[in-house]
């Protein structure tokens, strides 16, 4: 994961977690925020994350990850 990324997902737990902030999550818990990011970060540089809801609930976080055919990427 890029710092970028890492820096926006330290972003949204800190909002998530201060009593002060923004209103809490209405959908994700901390444990669902947690494995999102380790999910994003064991994909590498290439892949995506998906999000799978079912029956009104987050059930399953799908990963696929992609290799790129280009030389010099």
Same mark, same amino acid.
Request: aromatic fraction near 4%; charge should be positive.
């Given at each position: 994961?890029g ?7 330290? #972003? ?14 209405? $959908? ?12 994003? #970060? #064991?994909?590498?540089? $290439? ?9 009104g609930k987050?059930? $399953? ?13």
């Open positions: 994961m710092s970028k990324t890492a820096g926006n997902v330290d #972003a949204c737990v800190a909002r998530a977690t201060s009593p002060s902030a923004q209103p809490p999550l209405l $959908f994700l818990s901390m444990d669902h925020v947690q494995a999102i990011d380790a999910a994003l #970060a #064991a994909l590498g540089p $290439f892949g995506e994350v998906r999000l799978i809801k079912n029956a987050l059930r $399953f976080i799908q990963t696929v990850r992609s290799e790129s055919l280009s030389r010099g990427e």
